[in-house]
């Protein structure tokens, strides 16, 4: 394999052209940057010697990235990269982890001297010595406030003697009640009722039959306040009946075109397709076809490690065919 040496001042291998290996393609979204694709490739291909577009062009400038387009292989070359620290995170750059250190032996306790004799003597019995108890001397009784012949001298009058004095009270004389006047009259036997509610005889009932009407004996008309109110006139101009529409319902010669009015009105639009980018490690390294003859073809063709995605053209295809018809109706006129 030749050596890197050989490369040319644009980033160029020469005359070479480097092949991806296509069992280990990458597939990741357009990158926006030159940092990205980078990151892309680092990140899956460690120890690369720079990125090459279509294996030809060397991508080593931010405006590089502007070149790529969808479904562009980019092949990364093998080589040593010097010796990188490893990424470490914020958490372990500002918590770093130190070796423990061994904790050193306690020495061992050394027991007393001398040993005495075991007096069994605790904290408590020192603390809190126990005392005689010394005899109290009897307490006299105390002497009562009240001497003897204190009940002889006069008391004071209470609050209550002197707020509610007492009355006699003189006896009420009794009550004898007034002689009522007899009259003389005699007794009649008449209630307030029967003065107030006088008992009238009652009339007979008249009989409540219909009047008697007078007949007229003129003919008989037979004219309804109906008739009367709502007179019939003659039509003299009758309005023809409409003769309506024809049949629509009739058989078209058209071809059948099986669209209905859902994919007429909602028509399917191509979902559009996320710009992709294929990341290969390089497997080997070819001469560069010379310019001249199919120098063109050969500049358009794709890459042979990154075939063409048959599969969304084959979709975009189905999707144009079922709105075809959908299409050719909505322009027609009504």
């Known amino acids: 394999m030749p050596?890197?040496?050989?490369?040319?001042?644009?980033?160029?291998?020469?005359?070479?052209?480097?092949?991806?290996?296509?069992?280990?393609?990458?597939?990741?979204?357009?990158?926006?940057?030159?940092?990205?694709?980078?990151?892309?490739?680092?990140?899956?291909?460690?120890?690369?010697q720079g990125m090459y577009h279509e294996g030809r062009t060397k991508l080593h400038r931010p405006h590089h990235v502007g070149h790529i387009k969808d479904g562009d292989v980019?092949?990364?070359?093998?080589?040593?990269?010097?010796?990188?620290?490893?990424?470490?995170?914020?958490?372990?750059?500002?918590?770093i982890k130190h070796p423990l250190q061994a904790r050193a032996m306690p020495p061992p306790r050394q027991g007393p001297a001398e040993t005495g004799r075991f007096e069994g003597v605790s904290n408590y019995?020192?603390?809190?010595?126990?005392?005689?108890?010394?005899?109290?001397?009897?307490?006299?009784p105390a002497q009562s406030n009240w001497r003897v012949g204190r009940m002889a001298d006069p008391t004071g009058r209470t609050t209550y003697q002197n707020e509610f004095p007492w009355h006699d009270i003189k006896p009420a004389?009794?009550?004898r009640p007034t002689e009522m006047s007899r009259d003389s009259a005699p007794?009649?036997?008449?209630?307030?009722?029967?003065?107030?509610?006088?008992?009238?005889?009652?009339?007979?009932r008249t009989s409540n039959g219909p009047q008697r009407r007078e007949l007229n004996p003129g003919p008989f008309e037979g004219d309804t306040t109906y008739n009367l109110d709502f007179v019939r006139h003659p039509l003299n101009d009758r309005v023809q009946p409409n003769a309506g529409y024809?049949?629509?319902?009739?058989?078209?010669?058209?071809?059948?075109?099986?669209?209905?009015?859902?994919?007429?009105e909602y028509l399917q639009h191509p979902f559009e397709r996320r710009p992709m980018v294929h990341i290969e490690p390089e497997i080997r390294r070819e001469r560069?076809?010379?310019?001249?003859?199919?120098?063109?073809?050969a500049a358009l063709a794709p890459p042979r490690s990154a075939p063409l995605d048959r599969r969304a053209v084959g979709d975009t295809?189905?999707?144009?065919?079922?709105?075809?018809?959908?299409?050719?109706?909505?322009?027609?006129?009504?």
Do not use: W
């Open 3 to 48: 050596s890197n040496d050989s490369r040319g001042s644009d980033g160029s291998i020469g005359g070479q052209q480097l092949i991806g290996d296509a069992r280990q393609r990458i597939t990741v979204p357009m990158p926006r940057s030159l940092e990205d694709l980078n990151f892309a490739a680092s990140r899956h291909f460690r120890g690369h």
């Open 74 to 95: 980019i092949v990364v070359a093998r080589g040593q990269m010097p010796y990188q620290e490893p990424a470490i995170t914020t958490h372990q750059e500002h918590f």
């Open 173 to 175: 004389a009794p009550y």
């Open 246 to 264: 024809g049949a629509t319902l009739k058989p078209d010669s058209a071809p059948f075109e099986g669209c209905t009015e859902y994919n007429r």
């Open 187 to 204: 007794f009649e036997g008449a209630t307030s009722y029967n003065t107030d509610y006088i008992k009238h005889d009652i009339r007979p």
């Open 288 to 297: 560069r076809p010379k310019m001249g003859g199919n120098a063109g073809e």
């Open 317 to 334: 295809d189905r999707h144009q065919q079922a709105a075809a018809p959908c299409a050719r109706a909505a322009n027609e006129p009504p």
């Open 125 to 140: 019995h020192t603390d809190y010595v126990k005392h005689p108890i010394q005899p109290r001397a009897p307490a006299a």
